[in-house]
Nanobody, 115 residues
Framework: VQLQASGGGLVQAGGSLTLSCAAS????????IAWYRQVPGKQRELVAA???????NYADSVKGRFTITRDNTENMVYLQMNSLKPEDTAVYYC??????????WGKGTLVTVSS
């Protein structure tokens, strides 16, 4: 499975961004698609995840502000980020886990939120 993330950039606090992740390869083995983020010196943390059945899971810090969606016809997953805060600044990574438990990572995309 190959992943290509895009959509990062610089935005003012209170603004919005949409991240996109394109999946290719053995996509039929994908069970969970998720977005993680990481800031220097800290562990990578889960932001949002969507399961193959459509159920979603969010970090408490982004609930009500971020929305993860999945377009199976286009093999895309999106992360709509609203009401962005400076503490959302991070490198965001797309991740998939297959039904056999294998994890794949895409290259990160930087999101910078200015105050």
């Amino acid at each position: 499975v190959q992943l290509q993330a895009s959509g990062g950039g610089l935005v003012q606090a209170g603004g919005s961004l949409t991240l996109s992740c394109a999946a290719s390869g053995n996509i039929f083995s994908i069970n969970v698609i998720a977005w993680y983020r990481q800031v220097p010196g800290k562990q990578r943390e889960l932001v949002a995840a969507i399961l193959s059945g459509g159920s979603t899971n969010y970090a408490d810090s982004v609930k009500g502000r971020f929305t993860i969606t999945r377009d199976n016809t286009e093999n895309m997953v999106y992360l709509q980020m609203n009401s962005l805060k400076p503490e959302d600044t991070a490198v965001y990574y797309c991740n998939v886990k297959t039904v056999t438990g294998i994890s794949y990572w895409g290259k990160g995309t930087l999101v910078t939120v200015s105050s």
